[in-house]
Structure formats: structure tokens, C-alpha cells
């Protein structure tokens, strides 16, 4: 079975506070995501990277970055955290871009709160 | 940008009852997906219907997909109490690179015994 862990359930940090999100999966995969979802506006995606140093924008890219060293490693990065980036944070990956594989698999999730 | 569009909003059923939900979306579709999310966890995968398939099954799931509509509905048959979770509908919109999905907000059922 895939498995994506992330690195805290819950989170609470103080405002401008640097926080760090960790997201491993152990299949392998080439993509990994990172969506915000909040209520009634479903989720969202943040960053996203096909291959190891690589990574593009989702809708929402302001006020994060993403770090990712390894394959099996994706890291989202609050430079200087807000009030408004109290969300729940959701990682996922998939294994490629082939159409028939494009299921994705995702993490629990941490509850970040921004005080 | 968000492309799936889930209706309704939030259904409640009691159990051994059936659940629709509908999804509509906006741009041509390779595929696309419903996930089951339960409260506080992450997205779990169900079922994966392509563009040039009508109707799919998976045990107690039946989708189906109208590509000339720009829909899709969800049915869960003979509904259990733990059937009560967020259901999203996500397509992967040919116009960005391919690789990210784009998620509805979601259903919210609620299966009562």
C-alpha cells in the first residue's frame, strides 16, 4: 500500500513564525502535491513538483515555497506565517503523468493554526 | 483554479438508502476521479472514469460520466452509516501542465441509522 505521512497532525505557531511541513511517501512517485483546503472553498492546490528540485505554482503560491531534495521528500515552507494561513494542509503524490496513473494518494493532513 | 463543481452541497439519507451526487465541470477531461474524505483525514481514492468511458462500477459505487454535458454523478447504493463523509469529484484540466487535479468543494453526507 502507498503510504504519505506528514510530519504533525496538528500545528500551532505564532504570527511571523517560519514553519516547516513535511511530507514523505515510500512509493516511489514521481509528483507530489500540496493543497490547502478550507470551509466552502474545498481544496485548494499550493505547489506542486514532477521530479526532484523541481516544482510549479497551483492557484495559490503566495506566501509559501516548497523544498524538494529527495524524491520522496516534499516540503512546504511558511516564510512568515499569518493569521489566514490557518488551514489544513494536505499532501499527496502520484506515481506519473500517464493518464491511466493519475490517482493520487494523499496524507493525512495537519491542522495548522496561526495564532 | 477550481473546475469541479459538486451538487448538492450537503445530503442526508438513512441507511440502505441510495446517495447521488452530481459534478459538473467547465473544460475538456482525460479523466475523471471521486474521492471519500472522512472528517479531519485526507482524500481517499474511489473510482477513476476516462473520457471515453459512459458508466463505471466498484462494489456499492456506479459512476457515470456525460462528456457532452460536462458531468458526472456519484451513486452509493444500500448506504451505511459509515458511508457519512465529504465526497469530491477532481478532473485533470487538460489546460495545465497535466500533472495537478483540480478538486470540487465537495458533497457532505450524512447517513443516519
Known amino acids: 500500500d502507498v503510504k504519505v505521512t506528514q510530519s504533525s497532525r496538528y500545528l500551532v505557531k505564532r504570527t511571523g513564525e517560519k514553519v516547516f511541513l513535511e511530507c514523505v511517501q515510500d512509493?516511489?512517485?514521481?509528483?507530489m502535491f500540496w493543497y490547502r483546503q478550507d470551509p466552502g472553498l474545498g481544496l485548494r492546490l499550493i505547489y506542486f513538483?514532477?521530479?526532484?528540485?523541481?516544482?510549479e505554482k497551483g492557484d495559490i503560491p503566495e506566501g509559501y515555497s516548497v523544498s524538494r531534495e529527495k524524491k520522496e521528500r516534499f516540503s512546504l515552507i511558511l516564510e512568515s506565517a499569518s493569521t489566514n494561513q490557518t488551514s489544513m494542509y494536505l499532501c499527496?503524490?502520484?506515481?506519473?503523468?500517464?493518464?491511466?496513473?493519475?490517482?493520487?494518494?494523499f496524507g493525512p493532513g495537519t491542522r495548522l493554526t496561526v495564532l | 483554479s477550481q473546475q469541479g463543481e459538486e451538487d448538492p452541497q450537503a445530503l442526508s439519507i438513512q441507511e440502505g438508502e441510495n446517495a447521488t451526487m452530481n459534478c459538473s465541470y467547465k473544460?475538456?477531461?482525460?479523466?475523471l476521479q471521486w474521492y471519500r474524505q472522512n472528517s479531519g483525514r485526507g482524500l481517499v481514492h474511489l473510482i477513476l472514469i476516462r473520457s471515453n468511458e459512459r458508466e463505471k462500477h466498484s462494489g456499492r459505487l456506479r459512476v457515470t460520466l456525460d462528456t457532452s454535458k460536462k458531468s458526472s454523478s456519484l451513486l452509493i447504493t444500500a448506504s451505511r452509516a459509515a458511508d457519512t463523509a465529504s465526497y469530491f469529484c477532481?478532473?485533470?484540466?487538460?489546460?495545465?501542465?497535466?500533472?495537478?487535479?483540480?478538486f470540487g468543494k465537495g458533497t457532505s453526507l450524512l447517513v443516519t441509522p
Open positions: 499527496a503524490s502520484s506515481p506519473d503523468r500517464s493518464v491511466s496513473t493519475d490517482t493520487q494518494y
Open positions: 477532481a478532473t485533470d484540466a487538460s489546460s495545465n501542465s497535466g500533472y495537478a487535479l483540480n
Open positions: 512509493m516511489d512517485h514521481e509528483n
Open positions: 513538483s514532477y521530479d526532484v528540485k523541481m516544482k
Open positions: 473544460t475538456s477531461i482525460n479523466n
